[in-house]
C-alpha cells in the first residue's frame, strides 16, 4: 500500500511566521505535488517535483516555496505567512512512465489544515 | 488555457435515483481524464479514470471527445455515495482539478 504521510494534521501559525510542512512518500514515486483545498475553489496545484531538486511552479506559487533534497520528502514552506494562506494543504506523489507523458495515479496524503492568525 | 468545469456545487438525491455528475473541460492534447472522491475524513483517493474503462463502485464514465466531457453516471446511487468529487483532465505531469461536487444521497 503507498502510503504518503504530512507531518501535522493541524497548525497553528501566526502572521510572518515561516511554516514548513513536510511531506513523506514510501513508494519510491519520482513526482511529488503540493495542493492547497479551499471550499468552492477545489484544490489548485501550488508547486511539483518530478526529481530530487527539480521543482516547478503550480498555479498559485506565490507566497511559497518548496524543497525536495530526498527522493521520499517534498517541503512546502511559507517564507512569511498571511491569513490567506489559511488553508488544508495537500500532499501527493506518483509515478511516471519517463517519457510516455502519461500520468499515474496520484496517492494522497491526509492533509495539513494550517490557520494563520 | 486548461480548464475543468463541474458546473454543479451540490447535488443531492434519493438512495436508489440515478446520478450524473457532469464535468466539462478545456484542454490542449488529448488529455487523459479522470474522478476522485473524498469521503467525510478520508483522504482524496481515485475512483476511475477514462483508459480504464471499467465501473468502479457501480459508477462508469464516459469521455465524449466531441463535447469534451467525462460525465460521472450510477445508476442508482446508495448512502455511502455521499462524498465530494472532482474532475481531473491531465496534462504532461499534472492534473488540473475542478472545483468538485459534493454529492449527498439521502435515504
Known amino acids: 500500500d503507498v502510503k504518503v504521510t504530512q507531518s501535522s494534521r493541524y497548525l497553528v501559525k501566526r502572521t510572518g511566521e515561516k511554516v514548513f510542512l513536510e511531506c513523506v512518500q514510501d513508494?519510491?514515486?519520482?513526482?511529488m505535488f503540493w495542493y492547497r483545498q479551499d471550499p468552492g475553489l477545489g484544490l489548485r496545484l501550488i508547486y511539483f517535483s518530478y526529481d530530487v531538486k527539480m521543482k516547478e511552479k503550480g498555479d498559485i506559487p506565490e507566497g511559497y516555496s518548496v524543497s525536495r533534497e530526498k527522493k521520499e520528502r517534498f517541503s512546502l514552506i511559507l517564507e512569511s505567512a498571511s491569513t490567506n494562506q489559511t488553508s488544508m494543504y495537500l500532499c501527493?506523489?506518483?509515478?511516471?512512465?519517463?517519457?510516455?507523458?502519461?500520468?499515474?495515479?496520484?496517492?494522497f496524503g491526509p492533509g495539513t489544515r494550517l490557520t494563520v492568525t | 488555457a486548461q480548464r475543468v468545469t463541474q458546473p454543479e456545487k451540490l447535488l443531492s438525491v434519493f438512495k436508489g435515483a440515478p446520478v450524473e455528475l457532469k464535468c466539462n473541460y478545456s484542454?490542449?492534447?488529448?488529455?487523459?481524464l479522470f474522478w476522485y472522491v473524498q469521503y467525510s475524513r478520508q483522504r482524496l483517493q481515485l475512483l476511475l479514470r477514462h483508459i480504464s474503462r471499467e465501473s468502479i463502485k457501480g459508477f462508469t464514465a464516459d469521455l465524449n471527445k466531441g463535447e469534451t466531457s467525462f460525465h460521472l453516471k450510477k445508476p442508482f446511487a446508495q448512502e455511502e455515495d455521499s462524498a465530494m468529487y472532482y474532475c481531473a483532465p491531465s496534462g504532461y505531469s499534472t492534473l488540473t482539478f475542478g472545483k468538485g461536487t459534493m454529492l449527498l444521497v439521502s435515504p
Open positions: 513508494m519510491d514515486h519520482e513526482n
Open positions: 484542454y490542449s492534447g488529448s488529455p487523459e
Open positions: 501527493a506523489s506518483s509515478s511516471s512512465l519517463r517519457g510516455s507523458g502519461r500520468n499515474y495515479e496520484q496517492y
